[in-house]
């Protein structure tokens, strides 16, 4: 929010909890974390989820209403980048997102992104 304040842009919230699964799936995931160890794709994977299932197809309309056909886009993920490509929105930009971990946990679940979802740092 800071860097759009600074830059200007507008921020498409979609409501899709959990990379897609839902608040309940990601409940659950979370359990999973907690009684067996196990990472944020390996939790996925047990409760037999894939690993991102999210849908861009909204955001897209969301531009094409305001006749957008290029972005910056703030994101980590690099599927989201070729997702919202396929759309046919021009992704001109990444915008890597820092925010230093304030936990060990917090810090894990970065690592994992980054290891498992190739994620970029």
Known sequence: MAYITKY????????QEGRGI????????????????????EANRALGLPDDVRDYVSARDILNY???RSISLM???P??????????????NRIPIHVP?????????????????????
Do not use: W
Not at 102 to 118: E, F
């Open 22 to 41: 839902g608040l309940g799936n990601k409940i659950l995931a979370y359990s999973l974390q907690d009684t067996k160890g196990l990472d944020t794709v």
């Open 79 to 92: 599927l989201k980048v070729t997702t919202i490509q396929s759309l046919g929105i021009d992704v001109a």
């Open 8 to 15: 200007g842009g507008i921020v498409i919230y979609l409501f």
């Open 101 to 121: 971990p304030t936990s060990v946990y917090m810090h894990d679940y970065v690592q994992t992104k980054i290891n498992r979802m190739n994620h970029m740092p």
């Open 75 to 77: 994101t980590n993920n």
């Open 66 to 68: 305001f006749d957008i």
